[in-house]
């Protein structure tokens, strides 16, 4: 168990829980409860988290933990922390005394921002659940903090933060206050802090008491080591208490409801606090009882709802939906997973802003318009539409997709393929060679899209490596999917001739990772850099085979290759930077100069693997050298989300987004093959 490694839990519709296992935030995007008001766009947080303290005869023991600046930690409840799971929700267990435990468990609600939490008793007389055992007297206090801001920004206190409370009870009308704990404890308290966004509705199997405070200079240490602001003020209106050892099974809940339209229908108002969140609990646990295991559960908390459509967030807690992320992802979120209808549905969703023969780069927050400025984004999507029609389902082994949405998934692919052959945005088109060439200044077109101080950091201008790997894997799709096969054939076998000649670098024993730099012929970059991989493992066409594919992989292997990913340049060049640190400027100068990112392993391995044969005992063999590594690591840190990056430098730290999707796919793609 690893105090700061980060947990998270998502609604299905792009709003989440997170936070450290060790309690305290360090994350402006840390919360409790953030909701997603134009699924999965617009988030923002409700929750920001609590305070909890447990009163017994021993005396009153701190279940939370906060940092304050200029760096203090109140309360001490980390200090009592002795164990963490995820399963099958995140769960702490701490030691009050030698024979007291508190287990306190958070349980976000699939389709609706509805977080469940509880608090269980548990003693030496009561473990085991011996029916009719009496529990020592212990007085629960939990103590939410509430701003509702953008997830991307902080709250301060201000006069406007409404701290009314509409509190009622099963004896008490709505809109009066609780004075004293109800004889059957069951409150529902709603907050509505500021008018433009939707009210937070709590309701316990306790008691309120409405006490406005306002709780200054939170400290987000992430956010400072990142080099942005890093306070922020919560406000409190209240307290909730709980008797734990009258309560049935000792447990006392709490839950918290941003009021949206899917939560009107979880949240019947007749309906007791503990039958209600024993319902959505037990409602949960069927649902991720379905998944085949803890790794395929953590996949599919990235697949949300857009509208009346589906998607595929690229990482919580800070990304949105991004096209090159989306379908490097569906092969093992959807496709490899038995789920070829959300995989149809994502991609006839994407289909629908096909433009010029791109696809967009991301969908930015709703109303705005789409970002075309990516040239692999309709590349990768083409192998995915390749894997959902190879799928097969029934006895006569019928294809997944209709015939109208294979026609339209088709004419996507064919438009893309005309496209390149036009011309498309920013210098997008196919050269002479047969070869795909991109990039203007200004623009920053493959997944190493980094901009510092202005400018592109690897803007790699040209013909980059994995595109061309990309693009001849998309003729060979034409080539056997689309009208017009001879000219697909004639333009693949074009470009097949033209990449063998001009990307070979014997010097290396690897491929250039740009040729025609700048568009200036006969120039290359010799960069040692992961995008050669592609040439050989990661998609269904291998552009190198014999002796040239294994010095490609041995050189990744060598220069490249860390337990926690593959680097994004080798060290020994001038411009490697080995760890991912400072402000905005500094980390994105870094971005894609030596960080390792896990996405990359899926590609490495399998190319591994087709060098050596391909056979079982060759892809366990890969698995226990090159995965097991980055599964003990997960275990080690108790979470099971993988991060977008890690440092290139021992000892690899994880950095950037802590859950990303394509990380985790591919993890998955790698160990289910």
């Known amino acids: 168990m690893d105090p700061r490694a980060e947990w998270l839990e998502t609604d299905g519709l792009g709003g989440f829980s997170s936070g450290t296992v060790g309690g305290p935030r360090t994350r402006r995007y840390h919360a409790t409860l953030c909701a997603a008001l134009a699924p999965p766009t617009l988030r923002h947080v409700l929750v920001n988290g609590f305070d909890a303290t447990v009163a017994t005869a021993a005396g009153v023991f701190a279940l939370s933990s906060q940092r304050y600046a200029p760096d203090a930690v109140h309360p001490d409840g980390s200090s009592r922390l002795v164990g963490f799971t995820n399963e099958p929700w995140p769960t702490w267990t701490f030691q009050i005394d030698e024979s007291t435990q508190i287990v306190q468990e958070l349980c976000l609600v699939a389709g609706a921002p509805i977080a469940v939490l509880s608090w269980r008793l548990v003693t030496s007389t009561t473990k085991g659940g011996r029916r009719g055992a009496k529990a020592a007297a212990a007085r629960l206090t939990v103590r939410p903090f509430l701003t509702g801001r953008d997830a991307h920004a902080l709250h301060h206190e201000n006069g406007a933060f409404r701290f009314d409370a509409d509190v009622a009870d099963a004896r008490q009308p709505s809109g009066t206050i609780s004075k004293k704990p109800p004889r059957e404890p069951d409150v529902r308290a709603s907050w509505h802090p500021y008018e433009s966004l939707p009210a937070v509705t709590a309701l316990a199997n306790g008691a309120y008491r409405h006490d406005p405070l306002w709780y200054r200079q939170f400290l987000y240490e992430e956010e400072r080591a990142r080099g942005f602001e890093a306070t922020e003020d919560c406000a409190a209106p209240g307290e909730f208490t709980f008797d734990l050892a009258q309560l049935p099974q000792q447990t006392a809940f709490l839950v918290l409801a941003a009021e949206l339209a899917p939560v009107n229908r979880l949240l019947p108002s007749k309906s007791s606090t503990s039958n209600l969140a024993h319902r959505l609990r037990a409602g949960e646990k069927r649902r991720r009882a379905a998944f085949a295991g803890p790794l395929e559960r953590a996949a599919d908390q990235f697949v949300v709802t857009r509208g009346r459509e589906k998607s595929v967030v690229a990482g919580y807690p800070w990304f949105t939906d991004w096209g090159c992320d989306t379908f490097v992802s569906l092969r093992r979120l959807c496709l490899a997973n038995g789920r070829e209808d959300e995989a149809r549905a994502i991609l006839l969703a994407w289909s629908r802003h096909v433009s010029q023969g791109m696809l967009p780069n991301v969908f930015p927050e709703a109303g705005t318009a789409p970002e075309y400025n990516s040239v692999d984004a309709g590349l990768w999507f083409i192998v995915a539409v390749k894997e959902l029609l190879a799928k097969r389902k029934g006895r006569r082994g019928r294809t997944s997709v209709s015939t109208s949405d294979r026609t339209r998934l088709l004419a996507t692919c064919g438009a893309i393929l005309d496209g390149c052959f036009r011309g498309a945005r920013h210098g997008i088109r196919v050269d002479g060679d047969g070869l795909l060439a991109a990039g203007v200044a200004g623009q920053q077109l493959t997944w190493m899209d980094a901009r510092a101080n202005g400018r592109e950091v690897t803007a790699r ?147 591994w693997c087709r060098v050596r044969g391909d056979s079982a005992a060759v892809r366990r063999k890969a698995r226990a050298r090159f995965v097991q590594p980055l599964q003990d690591e997960l275990a080690r840190r108790g979470v099971v989300h993988v991060p977008e990056l890690a440092d290139g430098d021992a000892p690899h730290d994880w950095k950037g987004a802590p859950a990303q999707a394509w990380s985790l796919a591919e993890l998955l793609r790698v160990l289910r093959s």
Request: charged share 20%; glycine share 12%.
């Open 461 to 607: 201008i040209g013909k980059p490596v994995e595109v061309e790997a990309l693009w001849l894997n998309a003729l060979a799709f034409g080539a056997a999917m689309l009208p017009g096969r001879t000219r697909w054939l004639r333009a693949l076998a074009k470009g097949k001739t033209s990449f063998e000649k001009r990307f070979w670098n014997e010097a290396s024993g690897g491929l250039h990772d740009v040729v025609d730099v700048d568009h200036v012929a006969g120039t290359h970059d010799a960069s040692i850099r992961p995008n050669q991989i592609f040439a050989v493992g990661g998609l269904p066409l291998a552009l190198l085979n014999g002796a040239r594919a294994k010095a490609v992989v041995a050189t990744v292997e060598r220069e490249l290759l860390t337990p926690h990913g593959v680097r994004t340049l080798a060290p020994g060049d001038p411009r490697y930077v080995g760890h991912y640190v400072g402000g905005p400027d500094q980390r994105c100068g870094a971005y894609h100069q030596g960080t390792a990112w896990p996405w990359l392993l899926g590609p490495f391995v399998e190319a």
